[in-house]
RNA sequence: CGGGGUGUGGCGCAGUUGGUAGCGCGCGACGUUUGGGACGUCGAUGCCGCAGGUUCGAAUCCUGUCACUCCGACCA
């Protein structure tokens, strides 16, 4: 008997904990906070990291590497960034066996590294737009740390843009928020809020941040990915300059977006269940597992190789599981792995040139005929896409709720998790307010589409400005 | 960073008033099984988180430290 995964239910934090061990994502390592990618969760990272590359590369994205460390000069030139990320550094100060003259930061990020080689390569309006993408990871020493959600060091990606004009830098931020809310749909299945940031929840050094909010099962929040503008602030802080059209020297506008090995989270907590991961299609490591019945018996293992063979021909990515493993066993671990479509081939099979294929979501068994098996297994597979974008949206629709008033507000905080969609003033003060008497509900973002609930602030009563979503986060 | 909990074989755990470590699962071999987590026989695996201390003797008592976990605070 294998051990049982905690029922989410129960208890969310442990069946969290429980299927990202039990899944084999990852492992603890001796260095607080920091994780181990194992095999299958560094597959599905791959995964992402190529189809998010090409979706870059597409709207004309290059990448570079910059390097991890940042000297402590260069962090501290723009105020803002370094008083946000400041507290969270790790700091080298020896080098060998000498003490360094100047201490060098491990990157939380890479503005200032990024910004220093633009001051280097931008010298006219012919040297723009700059598109550059890094993929890397970066350390940030949080307090509390889980597995994916929050560690010391993770790994990311983080874009960073220059352009000629303002116009062209804002509409970059909103391009890139775009790729990922298309990204979040189309590969991981899930459909998320997106929106602006309120100022009091924007990045260290942006103008404008904009973000990706996706709804986990339980109901509370998790920031999926950022998208900002930063204005000419860090160009000016960084002295980039260059010669415009009309020969006037010119600050260039700056964007930088990232998402990170947080989405993996994402994907556990938003489509996970009580038998463990579920993995949409298109960044399972494995889409499709077979797993033959009765493997002894001659000629079994024959056509399950064939199957093999036909399915990766048609361009999937399958597994066929010929241990002696029991297949009870068997279809239990490739449930716990979240594998979307399960494919079983035995003695009766054969004799009717057919196969069982069940769904991961549904488990729905399903007799299709060998003659078209290639079509039958893809579209399972989109099925099982479908139906976890419809089950993460019910979900989020259950658990988002309207308050008008700040009773309302605060009694619906208490008892339904999940999203509050309230009218906001746009005082900052009132954020605290709301998220003191709640006891951590905060802004998630302004929607890009609104509805006018009232006129009114939830909290103050003065005059509303916005239509904001709130909800606890991760 | 504060409060609670936990560190014993790969995993889950037991270990009495201190006497030198055990169970289940898993792992290996062989045999029987095989359409929802099979069974039998034999076998291997321990710096008792780490470092000090007390003691003739420490998994056990004391001090420190590290990690994990939950709840807060903090956190683009």
Redesign the pocket.
């Known amino acids: 008997?294998?051990?049982?995964?905690t029922s989410m239910d129960v208890d969310f934090?442990?069946w969290?904990?429980d299927v990202v061990k039990k899944a084999e994502l990852m492992d603890?390592s001796?260095?607080?906070?920091?994780m181990i990618f194992r095999p299958y969760g560094y597959a599905i990272w791959e995964n992402i990291q190529r189809d998010l590359d090409a979706r870059f590369k597409a709207c004309g994205h290059e990448n570079v590497y910059m390097p991890m460390f940042i000297p402590e000069s260069l962090l501290t030139k723009e105020k803002d960034h370094v008083e946000?990320?400041a507290?969270?550094c790790a700091w080298v100060t020896v080098g060998g066996e000498n003490k360094l003259t100047e201490r060098l930061a491990v990157r939380p990020?890479s503005e200032t590294l990024f910004c220093e080689h633009f001051r280097n390569v931008i010298q006219s309006y012919r040297d723009l737009p700059k598109l550059y993408n890094q993929w890397c990871s970066?350390v940030?020493w949080?307090?509390?740390?889980?597995?994916f959600l929050?560690t010391s060091e993770f790994l990311?990606q983080?874009g960073h843009t220059m352009h000629e004009t303002e116009e062209e830098a804002r509409e970059e931020t909103l391009r890139m928020l775009k790729v990922y809310e298309d990204f979040y749909l189309e590969s991981l299945a899930i459909p998320a809020v997106t929106g602006q940031?309120t100022p009091k929840?924007?990045?260290?050094g942006a103008e404008a941040?904009y973000?990706i909010e996706p709804m986990m099962h339980n109901g509370v929040a998790l920031?999926g990915g950022?998208s900002h503008y930063f204005g000419d602030g860090f160009a000016k802080a960084f002295d980039i300059t260059f010669t415009g059209r009309d020969n006037q020297v010119r600050y260039p506008h700056q964007t930088s977006w990232?998402v990170?090995t947080r989405m993996i989270g994402a994907i556990i907590m938003t489509h996970g269940d009580d038998?463990g991961l579920i993995l949409p299609p298109a960044i399972a490591p494995i889409q499709a597992v077979i797993i033959p019945?009765?493997?002894?018996k001659e000629g079994v293992l024959d056509k399950a190789g064939e199957l093999y063979d036909r399915l990766k021909a048609a361009g999937l990515r399958v597994k066929l599981d010929d241990s002696?493993?029991?297949?009870?066993?068997k279809?239990?671990?490739y449930?716990?792995k979240g594998v979307p479509v399960?494919l079983?081939?035995?003695?009766?099979?054969?004799e009717n040139n057919s196969?069982?294929l069940?769904s991961r979501v549904t488990?729905e068994k399903k007799f299709v005929s060998l003659d078209n098996l290639e079509t039958e297994v893809k579209a399972m597979l989109a099925q099982v896409h479908d139906e976890l974008v419809a089950r993460a949206q019910k979900n989020r629709e259950e658990k988002t709720n309207d308050a008008h008033t700040r009773e309302e507000f605060l009694d619906i905080a208490e008892n339904k998790p999940g999203f509050i969609r309230a009218m906001w003033c746009g005082d900052a003060a009132c954020e605290d307010q709301l998220k003191d008497e709640t006891?951590?509900v905060?802004s998630r973002c302004i929607p890009f589409v609104e509805d006018h609930l009232s006129d009114v602030c939830v909290c103050c009563g003065k005059p509303a400005k916005h239509m904001v979503v709130w909800g606890r986060?991760y």
Do not use: L, N
């Open positions: 008997m294998v051990e049982q995964i934090a442990q969290y904990t603890y001796s260095v607080k906070g920091c946000g990320f507290p969270e990020t970066v940030r949080e307090k509390t740390t889980r597995p929050r990311w983080e940031k929840e924007k990045f260290a941040t973000t920031q950022t990232g990170s038998s019945i009765a493997q002894h002696d493993q029991s297949s009870g066993w279809f239990s671990q449930e716990m399960r079983e081939i035995g003695p009766k099979d054969m196969c069982v069940v488990r006891g951590g905060k986060q």
